[in-house]
């Protein structure tokens, strides 16, 4: 199953998860030894994706979070989250990795939370698989967090956003962090040539202006786009961090 390196697993691996391969292993500290930084950054990004989905179950009331890209369930995942705050939360998880696919599925699927098997790429079969479970003419959060850097400008990743959010009821929320070209851009860079070397998911890191540009047409919630760490931290002292990803929230009108 494992085959070669894929960026899930090797971003497992960078939050201290187990389930890698050596490949993997091997592809995650090539990217170290040209960001250092990327294990504080792959964590205050796991931070951040928390901390939203807390602030939209918890503050604004959000009972539902599509929830694309979710990577290998690590320790607390959105469900946990959200049904803290809303316990009939409904969640839909949507991966294109096999494992992802196989440790979701190895969880008992419930009725306020599944896994759906598609590409981002596909954001109608995502669509329509989540609205099996969600009910889309409700606010719903969707959570495009450190994913959209893997989606080339050749496949469009402001229509596939748009194709999204587009589908959701007014009062919904959009959610996501990307991997920056202009915080820390020398180490971006190697960064990038590093594991588009040996990843078979290219990169395409984007400039603050370019991952605005997703928000385009909504609401941001304040701070608006700004370093994960920076958006509405726990403990003020965790702001001062110098971590290398964009991160914001914005309501759909």
Do not use: C, K
């Amino acid at each position: 199953m494992y085959g070669e390196p894929s960026i899930a697993r090797v971003y497992n691996h960078w939050l201290g998860g187990t389930d890698t391969s050596q490949a993997d292993r091997e592809a995650a500290e090539l990217a170290l030894a040209a960001h250092p930084g990327l294990v504080t950054d792959a964590r205050a990004n796991r931070a951040f994706a928390l901390r939203v989905v807390s602030f939209l179950a918890g503050e604004v009331g959000i009972r539902q979070f599509l929830d694309v890209g979710s990577g290998i369930p690590f320790r607390a995942g959105t469900h946990d989250i959200a049904q803290a705050h809303q316990p009939r939360a409904r969640v839909v998880y949507v991966d294109n990795d096999p494992v992802v696919a196989a440790r979701h599925r190895s969880r008992r699927q419930s009725a306020v939370s599944r896994f759906v098997a598609a590409d981002l790429r596909d954001p109608d079969r995502i669509l329509a698989e989540a609205g099996e479970l969600l009910d889309f003419t409700e606010p719903v959060a969707i959570l495009l967090v450190a994913i959209l850097h893997l989606i080339p400008d050749s496949d469009d990743p402001y229509g596939i956003v748009g194709r999204l959010s587009g589908a959701a009821a007014p009062d919904s929320y959009l959610a996501l962090s990307h991997v920056p070209s202009d915080l820390q851009p020398a180490a971006m860079t190697e960064l990038g040539s590093r594991l588009n070397a040996v990843l078979p998911t290219r990169s395409t890191y984007r400039t603050h202006a370019q991952v605005a540009r997703f928000f385009d047409g909504m609401d941001l919630v304040p701070p608006g786009l700004v370093p994960v760490q920076r958006w509405r931290p726990d403990d003020p002292e965790d702001a001062v961090h110098d971590v290398a990803v964009w991160g914001g929230v914005a309501r759909r009108p």
